[in-house]
């Protein structure tokens, strides 16, 4: 996540976080994982990113726009990294400390609290679509990454003109907009795909829907719940009717 443009995004990424982490507490912390990268992409998504992002034991890993942790963790547990996670909601911040026991620092991507080329990979996942100034959010991703680092992203780019209803406060940049957008902050566009979301196990998925199960329990009258189930409904449906694409690439900071 980025800056927040919405009411509707802020009850999405900011009161969902801590239901999640409160269901994912109830459930037990298996579900962790699967909950926590719901929208953030599949399992082969995560793979096909961390495969490419030349990690190596040690290797001080960046997670901007963390959510509740769920991708860091996966990474933690998978590549033997410790990643640091950078979301600007606390509530969410907080979630991924406590689950997953990570560093989690409440921070927009565009005004990292980090030092120049702190880290030596990074990724941010769907968070480019959720903010109008993508141009200062890649700045700061390639100041805090080290000359020769790479860059890991997740974007739903726009196929064409959108159908309404959209959902609120997102702006998806199209494939071309969004490769001239890298490339002028600073970094060199590699190897690209298009991510399939449906390809986790079957037990990643259902661990996902019991989560999701356990928070409509709970709070499923709220209207922050119901404003939440939209906007990923909207988000989609927009998916499905290939108006927007999952997009994966790499880039390398030159």
Excluded: Y
Excluded at 129 to 150: F, I, M, N, Y
Excluded at 166 to 184: C, D
């Amino acid at each position: 996540m980025s800056e927040l443009e919405s009411e509707a995004m802020e009850a999405e990424f900011g009161d969902v976080a801590g239901w999640t982490e409160e269901a994912v507490r109830a459930l037990g912390a298996g579900h962790a994982i699967p909950a926590g990268c719901r929208g953030s992409g599949s399992e082969g998504a995560l793979r096909w990113l961390a495969d490419r992002l030349a990690l190596r034991p040690g290797s001080r890993v960046l997670d901007a726009g963390a959510g509740v942790g769920g991708p860091a963790g996966w990474l933690a547990a998978d590549r033997g990294v410790r990643p640091v996670c950078a979301e600007p909601m606390h509530t969410a911040a907080r979630a991924a400390a406590r689950l997953f026991g990570l560093p989690s620092v409440t921070a927009v991507a565009q005004r990292l609290p980090f030092r120049d080329a702190a880290f030596d990979a990074e990724w941010c996942l769907g968070v480019l679509c959720t903010t109008a100034d993508k141009p200062g959010a890649l700045a700061e991703l390639r100041r805090v990454l080290a000359d020769g680092g790479r860059l890991g992203l997740l974007v739903f780019v726009a196929v064409g003109p959108l159908p309404p209803p959209l959902p609120e406060g997102n702006e998806f940049p199209g494939e071309r907009e969004l490769a001239e957008l890298v490339t002028a902050a600073g970094f060199r566009l590699g190897e690209t795909a298009t991510a399939d979301l449906g390809d986790s196990p079957p037990e990643w998925s259902g661990r996902a829907d019991a989560v999701d199960a356990e928070v409509a329990r709970r709070h499923g009258e709220d209207p922050r719940w119901r404003e939440a189930q939209e906007q990923s409904r909207r988000v989609g449906r927009l998916l499905a009717d290939g108006a927007l694409r999952p997009w994966l690439g790499v880039a390398e900071a030159r």
